[in-house]
């Protein structure tokens, strides 16, 4: 039996990008996962749809349900767990990938925007793990997985975006604070982020295009690392801030070039919120 065969897996935001390669990585181990994303029909600029990820998932040898969910309504979100758990019996683990954006200043951060990345990151967040939580304390080794950033408070991170940085860091406290709360429950709350840039449209509509996307690694690498992370002891494993590229190192990773999108020895560029790349054995 693979790590996580059986085990079901809540992944928010899993249409597509960073989501979706956590998925499709715990449905290659036979898993199960629930696609809880806004997207349902094709979206004119962004790839997938929660049925095209389904799809993906059922290929790659997981079963999948597909749930039509914007985490700023927290019905939408309780309807959603509760399918989840009326299909497959209960939630082994919960993913919050699902996160909006907004690379810009304080003049140039209008209300509607602002309201959208602190609905979706920060109140999003904590809604979906406080759904998820009664189900996951009856889980035989329940984790939640944030991908938001270590808590590196120094100002220059947040000069430049000052909102959008609030909220990201807003979810990795909500996940440290959790990690205490449910610490006697057995459940692990850990954050997840990229030493570098990931190949997302994201990346590729507000980080340089391609330019951007040849300094980047693929999603495969996040995932690997969630993988490494999600298959842990959560009573041993928990409270944590974690690079994906540490992550693996530590299980053994070596090799990290079958991640680069533009194969070769061309210099990565640096996630945000983190220090510049550090090298690592054959990987740069």
């Known amino acids: 039996m693979t790590m996580l065969s059986g085990k079901t897996l809540f992944i928010s935001g899993a249409s597509r990008g960073i989501g979706l390669a956590i998925a499709l990585r715990a449905a290659a181990d036979g898993a199960n996962i629930a696609i809880a994303a806004k997207t349902s029909t094709p979206h004119p600029k962004l790839p997938g749809t929660i049925h095209t990820a389904a799809e993906q998932v059922r290929q790659a040898g997981g079963q999948a349900l597909a749930l039509e969910c914007d985490i700023r309504f927290e019905q939408q979100i309780e309807t959603a767990v509760a399918r ?11 993913v919050n990938n699902a996160s909006a954006i907004s690379l810009t200043p304080t003049l140039q951060t209008d209300p509607k925007r602002y309201d959208l990345m602190h609905q979706i990151n920060v109140r999003g967040t904590f809604m979906v793990s406080r759904a998820c939580i009664p189900h996951l304390r009856r889980a035989a080794n329940p984790h939640v997985l944030t991908l938001s950033p270590p808590l590196n408070l120094v100002a220059r991170w947040f000069a430049p975006y000052p909102a959008y940085a609030l909220s990201k860091y807003s979810m990795s406290i909500y996940a440290m ?23 997302t449209a994201a990346v590729r509509n507000l980080l340089g295009g391609d330019a951007a996307i040849s300094r980047s690694r693929k999603p495969d690498i996040v995932a690997d690392a969630a993988h490494a992370i999600l298959t842990r002891s959560s009573r041993e494993f928990t409270g944590r801030h974690c690079i994906d590229e540490e992550v693996l190192l530590a299980a053994g990773v070596t090799d990290f070039q079958v991640y680069r999108t533009v194969p070769g020895a061309g210099k990565l560029a640096p996630d945000l919120f983190v220090a510049e790349a550090a090298p690592t054995p054959r990987s740069t």
């Open 177 to 199: 604070a959790m990690a205490e709360e449910f610490r006697a429950d057995g459940i692990a709350f850990n954050t997840l982020w990229p030493r570098t840039i990931i190949a």
């Open 84 to 94: 989840t758990v009326e299909t497959f019996g209960g939630i082994d683990i919960c």
